[in-house]
């Protein structure tokens, strides 16, 4: 337990008067306390269990099925028809006996029986999908009922995994549906010649390989929860041999207007406690699910606790159960840090106390250890060979085990960040870096989420991709910001509430012995080269937000995409592939599909507003393209998609282009009921093509957009900040457009200085 490392419970020694045997009441107490917290999370995730296993019924259900079946059986009635009696038979008991408790089993099969036909009729009217495809407004008599239905259902306050085994398989769909859509994906960015190659080849491949491959898919589809879940994590994120930083992890950003305290110490407190809040709410389950159309919630599982264990092939995801301590990062130094004290989670201004004594701690880093991180920033098979070399035993192996074991990863950064002093927006581009990569030392990038807390009070978080999408983990942060400003708080004077028992053991250094051979330096370089040549932009965009562009009823999304068509065609002169994540998550253990915005109707609706001079366009002439790329999009959340299939680099593989794949977007919806412009927040992962670009967006209430563009230094033919004055431009032209008024857009070449 954690303070039974922190004091010896009891020690002896041996004299030749006899033993002497001493015992320390206080440390005993911590080990009994750690002891009953242990068991009472036992017994709460037992009960969860059970009241989870029997949803949409209650366990009380039970009761009532049994006084129900003793009541017809008192007015000898006989609801069995026989099996009573044959229950009966079986059991060497008294008369009185025998019908209690053969009426008591009989009630039991039944209630199983009806919690399984419940169950079955929930998972029904949740496999009900049309209601997507409806207008606003326009909402059938079907839906209509179907909603009528899943709330009666859903009448009971559902757990977290209440839905779990109600929700549905993901589909398997028709591989001429895949191949056909795959085909209308890369229509528009093929010559004549080269369409009808493609269209050769994958009629080549369905008649061949893809029917054999399209059995085994529905062969596994009969017995795996998802068919495609293990292997997207495998393939997709654990057996990547690069580095993760940059390529792979994503960051969120603190209040960009605000922040709650300049107390570095204070802040790192609140945050904590609102991390380990949101922990117990996961772990007894109290968060509620959407219960109108609940999602799966599987990723929740493995947000604390988790880590990703380099290895020589592939990676692993290492989750524990529970853990009472994080490991924080501060000049070079790692320090164990236990938020429980006799069995409770410590208060804020507890932990502000411990972190102040970290900040307060003058002692050098041990040889080697200052730039230990970088290990988790380089590439991963030299991060696995050195960890089975120098890290398999001894103080080292411990130490490491502290950190994978950790609830999650704290970084108190020395610098300050944010948009201050006379470059706001430069800043904020430092700002985004910074929580990108760091240094690329001072994080540790394995941990399934580590926060950095800077030096003026400034937060933000950097997360691993392979357990959660970034949803999952923008409603944790979410909550953390809110949950530390407006329900924990500050006092005047910038420090956590609350009072400080000062017999808190100290936090914990952790100690190493780092050989020189262990090559740091080498994945430290490789790590540099990489964060060097990130070239990202970061800017909020004022001017309308979803507000505006629902009057003009076009989906705020659907906008934004055609946007970043017209945005890339005017900076590079034509059209890419293009990458919009999209989640499958109303489906068990669903994870993301591939939405490909770049279409035949937004390239000819971007190709006619550059045609534009003084003739109009109709109104409607933006309604086509949104309304194809929101049906693509609903098509691709009911799994419908090409991506996540063809994943074979064999003959499958011929039909990527990757060529063109040059713009990767992704959009974060913000789930908490926050709606002031301050709080905004952006979740952000990079380009996934060296001479493409990445850009992801936050939809902020009504009236604002923020948008992250990132690219490569070393592409001649990007610039991030070019592109964002581009897509500025391409925003204002759409509303100019939709709003009546194509003269007054800013149609013209932005003038941007080169990088």
Not at 159 to 182: E, G, N
Not at 705 to 722: A, G, L, P, W
Request: net charge positive.
């Amino acid at each position: 337990m954690a303070e039974a490392h922190q004091a010896v419970a009891f020690q002896f020694t041996i004299t030749p008067e006899g033993i002497d045997l001493q015992l320390s009441y206080q440390a005993l107490n911590q080990i009994y306390l750690s002891g009953v917290r242990s068991w009472k999370k036992r017994v709460s995730r037992m009960k969860n269990r059970v009241i989870k296993g029997v949803y949409p019924a209650s366990p009380s259900s039970w009761l009532f099925v049994a006084i129900a079946i003793l009541a017809t059986m008192y007015m000898q009635s006989d609801p069995s028809m026989g099996l009573i009696s044959k229950i009966q038979q079986h059991l060497p008991l008294s008369a009185q006996g025998q019908t209690m408790l053969s009426a008591l089993v009989f009630s039991t099969l039944l209630w199983l029986s009806l919690i399984l036909t419940l169950r079955l009729c929930l998972k029904l009217l949740l496999s009900y999908h049309r209601w997507m495809f409806e207008l606003h407004g326009k909402v059938s008599n079907t839906t209509k009922v179907w909603v009528s239905l899943l709330r009666l259902f859903s009448r009971r306050k559902p757990l977290l995994y209440s839905y779990q085994t109600s929700l549905p398989h993901l589909p398997v769909p028709a591989i001429k549906d895949t191949l056909s859509r795959y085909l209308e994906s890369v229509r528009p960015l093929l010559t004549d010649q080269e369409l009808k190659r493609m269209t050769d080849l994958a009629n080549d491949f369905e008649s061949t390989l893809g029917n054999r491959l399209q059995r085994y898919l529905k062969l596994k589809a009969l017995w795996a929860t998802n068919y495609v879940s293990d292997w997207w994590e495998e393939y997709i994120y654990l057996r990547g041999r690069g580095p993760i930083m940059v390529n792979s992890n994503y960051y969120g950003m603190d209040f960009l207007y605000v922040t709650p305290t300049t107390v570095q110490a204070a802040r790192a407190g609140n945050t904590i406690t609102a991390l380990l809040l949101y922990r117990r709410k996961v772990n007894k389950e109290e968060l509620t699910p959407v219960r109108n159309i609940p999602l799966c919630a599987a990723q929740c599982e493995r947000m604390f606790n988790t880590t990703r264990t380099p290895g020589a092939e592939t990676d692993v995801l290492q989750h524990w159960l529970d853990s009472d301590f994080v490991v924080v990062y501060h000049r070079g130094r790692y320090f164990r840090l236990w938020v429980y004290r006799g069995g409770r989670l410590l208060s804020p201004r507890e932990l502000e106390h411990q972190i102040q004594s970290i900040l307060d701690d003058p002692s050098p880093p041990f040889p080697g250890e200052e730039k230990l991180g970088a290990l988790t920033a380089g590439d991963r098979c030299p991060w696995a060979q050195m960890r089975k070399q120098f890290f398999s035993s001894g103080v080292n192996r411990r130490s490491l085990d502290a950190i994978e074991r950790a609830a999650f990863f704290v970084t108190l950064d020395d610098e300050e960040q944010g948009m201050k002093g006379d470059d706001p927006a430069g800043n904020l581009d430092r700002y985004a870096k910074s929580l990108l990569h760091g240094k690329c030392y001072d994080r540790w990038f394995d941990k399934s989420f580590s926060i950095v807390i800077y030096k003026n009070g400034k937060n933000g978080l950097n997360a691993e991709h392979s357990w959660a999408d970034a949803p999952t983990v923008a409603h944790l942060w979410e909550y953390t910001l809110a949950t530390d400003a407006f329900h924990l708080g500050y006092t005047q004077d910038g420090h956590c509430k609350g009072e400080v028992e000062r017999s808190l053991p100290p936090p914990q250094r952790l100690a190493w012995d780092i050989p020189p051979e262990a090559q740091v330096c080498r994945s430290l370089a490789v790590a540099q080269a990489l964060a060097a040549d990130v070239d990202c932009h970061v800017f909020p965009f004022r001017e309308f937000g979803k507000g505006r562009i629902k009057k003009c009823r076009v989906s705020p999304d659907a906008f934004i995409q055609i946007s970043l068509q017209l945005a890339h065609y005017r900076d590079r002169g034509g059209f890419c592939l293009t990458y919009e994540a999209s989640m499958t998550r109303l489906f068990r253990e669903g994870r993301t599909e591939t939405v490909r915005s770049c279409s035949s109707e937004s390239c000819t609706f971007v190709k006619a507003l550059e045609a534009l001079t003084e003739a109009r366009l109709p109104s409607t002439g933006a309604t086509g393209p949104s309304d194809h790329h929101q049906q693509t999009r609903w098509v691709k959340c009911l799994a419908q998609g090409h991506n996540s299939r063809i994943l074979c680099p064999e003959p499958g593989s011929n039909l990527q282009p990757s060529d063109y794949w040059t713009t990767h977007s992704t959009c974060c919806p913000n789930q908490q009921h926050i709606q002031d412009m301050k709080l905004m927040v952006t979740f952000v992962s990079s380009q996934v093509a060296d001479d493409g670009y990445g850009v992801s967006y936050i939809i902020v209430g009504e009236d604002m957009i923020n948008f992250h563009v990132s690219s490569k230094y070393s592409c001649s033919e990007t610039d991030s900040r070019r592109f964002g004055v581009q897509l500025r431009k391409a925003l204002q032209d759409i509303m100019a457009l939709l709003s009546g008024d194509p003269k007054g857009s800013s149609k013209g070449s932005a003038q941007v200085q080169p990088k």
